[in-house]
């Protein structure tokens, strides 16, 4: 196996050193040509000179070219100009992660792993605050949102970012980041209406005093749901399964008493001050499936269901500058949800209060370390299908981090070694260390490698759930339903990951540059299911959850990006991924078949086409192949979206936005499909 | 909410029509005169422009100048190849004088220097730099965000993928410079907080 992977790694070296010179040949041709358009700059008045768009080519749009991990950053220029009306339709932007619409409300959304709607492995942290739910190990997609106009950018980290972030970052981070409110002076009211979706957004910005600004913003939307794909039921009116009505309203602020990144004087003081309610109320009427086994219908034809989730939170953060090499941020949110949806219903608060010091050491030593407390208090209203026991629960998760990126050489040679500690009351204390080396030959040339370990704490319905679940299993018989349920594990062992990672950046001109990575993780005491008892042929069924598997995973993923010239831009992604993991024991072969841990696809590709046709108007294509699911029997598609938009006046921008083009509809991970749609939007700045 | 989005769903179609429609006659009706083609530069072509103004419109104390025909020096503290591209200002003429960029790696580099250009996120070495820019008449220029709060004179900054920048009055008072009314109308100022 890992002579298999040596050789795969090996392969893909030779491959890019083969490939190098026809690049750099066509590149500098290029180059040349954005050299030969380029006016003398110094005939400009400074009023004119204000008006030039800048081609940042040391910005380096999505790149982060001195990280010793695989990381993307999505610009906001890029969240515009993708169409993307939600925040995991825009983690498509982004290389190696897989996105799939379920339903109308929910996605999965995953990174180097086996996806499912509960993305297990996956830490999602908006500016600071984490949306990992413990009680699935996962991200409720359907409430995380904000006004789209207000993300600053998202940054996406690929392989595990336990060292800094703590448990359940095994596979990434995405960390969702929103603009300071300095940058978010004025109105901005943004109307979108089309034949899938409605949205308004609301945001207007000030100052109070001469350091402090503030925003308020409020957003709804209505959203229609997804069609079956053809010869799935049908509801009343005869469409297949189509309802109209998901609405989403939430209302916010965000308060900051300094510009972003501004660097202040010793003893200077900054603080962020944000919060947040929201509402959603979703009717479907659909056909219900099996809670633990997605593809098994219950057969008890199309029933409907009201869901309903709401929440709030509330976040500080104090930043203190001790001396411009040493500052401190002390952070502290609380956050609330509730949920209420066809399986299951229940509350969770969190309290978390955080604090890291950043300092610099003997001029080379880089050391930020940190200290970690969280409350999380849950509720669950138990029903015949769904349990917990206990059904309330409190939870005190410790932690502390440390790490010392160490500049063996300046701009030459770093090292990064880090470690988290962190204590949680079922399976202990967690240590997950990472080692990370940079070395930059070049200034055009990066080359990192790590080995970092990660773990995944065992979810609060892995722990102490009971599933009841009743589906037709036709192979056994066609009419009866077979009863299986499951039962928590309370002495579960925590998931175990440890990965090797190697990439490399180049960038051969100012306007081309490539980023790739290269990785193996190897997992250990993956939680599966266990067969404990059963009456075949109908059952009941026990199973119950044990750390019984291992697995693997190896890929590649690629980032390039190309400024054809200086109103043109070109984007692409590939990703390969391939995972194994082991059988779970589930004696029973009918069972067997339907225990699986989730399905990604081998291969992703996107492509981006970014016109400035004018400075006013701008045209922009994305063209993209996703692999198919032959689990969950999705086909593989390609799709695409086109975005035309038009400013008439600095503080107006229309546009029209054709999304998933090529097909009328296409199934992403369920039997329903997402369809064509085309919407039109109004940006209004005032 | 539920009823605003009964609203909605009742005029979707109809707003729906009316947007796209009015998109289309937007742009076909669209006035000639915007193909002019869009007018772009790479980020150090166009703060190349940026520069040369800022010679133009600062003056010097006598002092800064032993001879009345001296170069104008612009010491280049950089570690972005990108900013290489200042050194397009080398030998063009100003009020009379010759620009001359030197790298800063070059001795004296900023014992002669008027301009200080300082082309790096590093704040540590931005704050070393203003240390030894201190108290000589030095026009000191970076991008760095804060590098006015740091006591800098003049910060580019970027919004909706065009320059801006940032003018310290008082740093450059300090440093003995005198600005221009034109410089200072497009500048955003900065006062430092006064004791």
């Known amino acids: ?686 | 909410m539920a009823a605003l989005s009964g609203k909605w769903h009742t005029r979707k179609i109809g707003v729906a029509r009316v947007a796209v429609s009015l998109l289309f006659c937007l742009l076909i009706f669209r006035p000639a005169a915007v193909w002019g083609g869009p007018l772009t530069g790479t980020e150090y072509d166009v703060k190349t422009g940026f520069i040369y103004n800022f010679a133009n419109f600062v003056s010097w104390p006598p002092a800064a100048f032993k001879d009345k025909g001296d170069d104008l020096v612009l010491c280049l503290a950089s570690d972005t190849p990108a900013a290489d591209a200042l050194f397009k200002l080398n030998d063009q003429t100003i009020r009379g004088r010759k620009i001359k960029v030197i790298p800063y790696s070059q001795e004296s580099c900023l014992d002669a220097s008027h301009i200080l250009y300082i082309a790096t996120q590093d704040k540590n070495l931005v704050q070393k730099l203003l240390g030894i820019a201190r108290k000589r008449n030095i026009l000191t220029i970076g991008e760095i965000e804060g590098f006015t709060q740091m006591g800098g004179v003049i910060n580019f900054f970027e919004e909706q993928n065009r320059l801006r920048f940032k003018v310290n009055i008082d740093a450059a008072k300090r440093a003995g410079l005198t600005m221009s009314s034109q410089l200072l109308g497009s500048a955003q100022i900065y006062r430092e907080e006064h004791k």
């Open chain 1, 1 to 686: 196996m890992r002579a298999s992977v040596l050789i795969f790694i090996n392969m893909l070296v030779m491959a890019w050193i083969s490939v190098l010179p026809p690049i750099c040949g066509i590149s500098v041709a290029a180059d040349d040509q954005v050299q030969s358009e380029t006016p003398d700059f110094t005939k400009f008045s400074l009023e004119e000179l204000k008006n030039v768009e800048i081609i940042s080519a040391s910005k380096r749009p999505g790149i982060v070219w001195d990280a010793a991990s695989a990381v993307y950053v999505i610009t906001k220029e890029q969240i515009r100009r993708s169409g993307a009306t939600s925040i995991p339709e825009v983690l498509r932007l982004s290389p190696g992660v897989h996105v799939a619409r379920i339903s109308a409300t929910e996605w999965a959304v995953n990174i180097r792993g086996l996806n499912n709607q509960f993305a297990e492995n996956l830490l999602v942290l908006m500016d600071g605050r984490s949306v990992y739910t413990h009680v699935f190990s996962g991200v409720f997609w359907d409430v995380q949102d904000t006004v789209m106009e207000d993300i600053e950018r998202i940054e996406v980290v690929r392989g595990p970012g336990a060292a800094l972030w703590g448990s359940n970052a095994v596979n990434g981070v995405i960390n969702i980041i929103t603009k300071n409110a300095h940058e978010t002076q004025g109105g901005e009211a943004v109307a979108l209406v089309g034949n899938e979706e409605q949205i308004a957004s609301l945001r207007y910005g000030g100052t109070l005093g001469r350091q402090t600004s503030y925003r308020a913003y409020g957003k709804f939307f209505n959203r229609g749901d997804l069609n079956s794909v053809a010869g799935g039921l049908e509801d009343a009116t005869g469409n297949p399964q189509s309802s109209d009505n998901w609405r989403s309203g939430r209302a916010g602020f965000r308060l900051d008493t300094a510009p972003v990144n501004d660097v202040p004087v010793a003893g200077a003081n900054t603080f962020n001050l944000q919060g947040e309610a929201y509402r959603n109320r979703y009717n479907k009427e659909f056909e219900r499936r099996s809670i633990l086994f997605p593809t098994a219908p219950t057969g008890q034809g199309l029933q409907k269901d009201d869901s309903e989730a709401s929440g709030f939170y509330l976040l500080g953060r104090w930043q203190h500058t001790l001396s411009p090499a040493s500052q401190t941020a002390l952070q502290f949110y609380f956050d609330h949800g509730e949920k209420d949806y066809d399986p299951a219903s229940g509350k969770v608060n969190t309290a978390d209060l955080d604090f890291q010091h950043d300092l610099t050491v003997a001029k080379n030593h880089d050391i930020v370390w940190g200290l970690q407390y969280r409350f999380i208090s849950d509720e669950f209203r138990n029903s015949p299908n769904f349990s917990m026991d206990p059904q309330d629960l409190n939870q005190n998760l410790w932690s502390a981090f440390i790490q010392d990126q160490i500049h063996l050489a300046p701009d030459l040679l770093t090292l990064t070694l880090g470690s988290k500690f962190e204590h949680n009351e079922f399976t202990g204390l967690e240590i997950q260390p990472s080692l990370r080396l940079m070395y930059t030959p070049y200034r055009q040339l990066a080359l990192w490698t790590a080995v970092s370990r990660a773990v995944r704490v065992p979810s609060r319905l892995e722990l102490h759930g009971r599933i009841s679940d009743q589906f037709l299993l036709p192979v056994v018989d066609p009419n009866v339903p077979v009863v299986v349920n499951v039962q928590g594990n309370a002495d579960l062992d925590s998931e175990k990951l440890t990965a090797y990672e190697f990439g490399l950046r180049l960038m051969p001109t100012q306007s081309l540059w490539f980023d790739t990575a290269l990785f193996y993780n190897d997992y250990d005491d993956l939680i599966g299911l266990e067969q404990i008892s059963g009456t075949p042929p109908t059952g009941p069924y026990e199973l119950a959850y044990a750390n019984n598997a291992t697995g693997r995973a190896y890929g590649v993923e690629i980032a390039a990006d190309w400024q054809v010239m200086p109103n043109w831009r070109l984007a692409g992604t590939y990703t390969y991924l391939n995972t194994q993991i082991d059988k779970n024991l589930v004696a029973d072969p009918n069972i067997a078949e339907l225990v699986s841990r989730g399905v990604n696809p081998r291969n992703v590709v996107s492509i981006r086409s970014y016109l400035n046709v004018t400075p006013q108007i701008d045209f922009d294509a994305a063209l993209r192949f996703v692999g198919s699911l032959p689990e969950r029997n999705i086909d593989s598609y390609t799709n695409m979206d086109v975005r035309l938009a038009w400013r008439p006046f600095p503080k107006l921008e229309l546009s029209l936005v054709g999304q998933n083009l090529l097909e009328e509809g296409h199934a992403e991970f369920s039997t329903l499909e997402v369809q064509r749609s085309v919407y039109g939007k109004i940006d209004w700045h005032f």
